[in-house]
């Protein structure tokens, strides 16, 4: 009898997205951003899911950049960034306006996506906005 093991455990998973988080996190801070919050999460209600965050950050003029951090092996199937479709953006949105009811005043903002691929790394700026 054959059992087939698992190519990836969710433990190997996780320590992929922390280690490609921390990738994405290096590279902003070298680009001039400040970081605001990491792995911001609010819940949708008492058994749903509601939507989290990678890393908030503030760009030198103020604005408030909510990145999504996409990690992937090679850029087959798209790559990284093609991995954020309309769920996961509504997601995102839905903890972004959560967290701007924190601020008193509402900073401009919009959503990155910091894409990597292998050993490349992609910062895609306002990929997409919240309307």
């Not at 994405?24 to 680009?31: P, R």
């Not at 401009?108 to 895609?124: K, N, Y």
Request: hydrophobic share 40%; with cysteine; aromatic share 4%.
């Amino acid at each position: 009898m054959v059992t087939k093991v698992p190519t990836t455990t969710k433990a190997a998973t996780k320590e992929s997205g922390d280690a490609g988080e921390a990738r994405a996190l290096a590279h902003l801070l070298a680009q001039g951003l400040t970081l605001v919050q990491r792995n911001y999460r609010v819940a949708r209600g008492p058994n749903a899911r509601g939507g989290e965050i990678d890393l908030i950050l503030r760009e030198r003029d103020g604005t408030l950049v909510f990145a999504e951090v996409r990690s992937r092996r090679s850029n087959t199937h798209g790559g990284a960034a093609a991995s954020v479709g309309a769920s996961k953006r509504r997601s995102l949105i839905l903890a972004a306006q959560h967290f701007l009811r924190t601020q008193r005043t509402v900073p401009p903002c919009r959503f990155d996506v910091i894409a990597i691929d292998g050993e490349r790394i992609e910062w895609l700026k306002a990929a997409f906005d919240a309307s």
